[in-house]
T-cell receptor, first 113, second 109 residues
Framework: NAGVMQNPRHLVRRRGQEARLRCSPM?????VYWYRQLPEEGLKFMVY????????ESGMPKERFSAEFPKEGPSILRIQQVVRGDSAAYFC???????????FGSGTRLTVV | KNEVEQSPQNLTAQEGEFITINCSYS?????LHWLQQHPGGGIVSLFM???GKKKHGRLIATINIQEKHSSLHITASHPRDSAVYIC???????????FGQGTRLTINP
């Protein structure tokens, strides 16, 4: 049981490119959460997904950001046309259900140059 | 005002000292989490609490639901405890976590 796997660990993109961040939840976990940590700021909720469904995307910017958790494969956080302000650490967490604790991944550190 | 407030923001202590980090929140919650983050590192879940007290090794976490307050204690602190400690709550009826700003702890040898 490898825990929550995020890749890549570090991602550098030029302004205007697309960034794809992947998260494989722990085995048996069907709930996935994405959080963003801007430099020198606290963690902020972005989106909560279950298999094939977005349950709560109230923390996602309305434009350029999207997330999915397909029936097969990892959850993907996609950022189109990245800007310097998107530079942050993006963490994924998974849980078995809401009454259980969360397991966090190691994060993806996105740098936009 | 943030829904979750931690104090202090920064804490420096000598090895062996007893450490207390406080967390106050303003909403009804289903659970409270204490997390640890090392510089440039991932996030480790230390405790999930809904009432009372939990202990794991040198770490103790308590929560008072009526006062909307939790504390994280570290006994016999060690330089490897140096990290950012984050309090997070799951509001009632919600699935997401709401985070405090974190407490940066430095333990000097």
């Amino acid at each position: 049981n490898a825990g929550v796997m995020q890749n890549p660990r570090h991602l550098v993109r030029r302004r205007g490119q697309e960034a794809r961040l992947r998260c494989s939840p722990m085995k048996g976990h069907s709930h996935v959460y994405w959080y963003r940590q801007l430099p020198e700021e606290g963690l902020k909720f972005m989106v909560y997904l279950q298999k094939e469904n977005i349950i709560d995307e109230s923390g996602m910017p309305k434009e350029r950001f999207s997330a999915e958790f397909p029936k097969e494969g990892p959850s993907i956080l996609r950022i189109q046309q990245v800007v310097r302000g998107d530079s942050a650490a993006y963490f994924c967490a998974s849980s078995q259900d809401s009454s259980y604790g969360y397991t966090f991944g190691s994060g993806t550190r996105l740098t936009v140059v | 005002k943030n829904e979750v407030e931690q104090s202090p923001q920064n804490l420096t202590a000598q090895e062996g000292e007893f450490i207390t980090i406080n967390c106050s929140y303003s909403v009804g919650i289903s659970a409270l989490h204490w997390l640890q983050q090392h510089p440039g590192g991932g996030i480790v879940s230390l405790f999930m609490l809904s009432s009372g007290k939990k202990k794991h090794g040198r770490l103790i976490a308590t929560i008072n639901i009526q006062e909307k307050h939790s504390s994280l204690h570290i006994t016999a602190s060690h330089p490897r405890d140096s990290a950012v400690y984050i309090c997070a709550v799951r509001p009632q009826g919600a699935q997401k976590l709401v985070f405090g700003q974190g407490t940066r702890l430095t333990i000097n040898p």
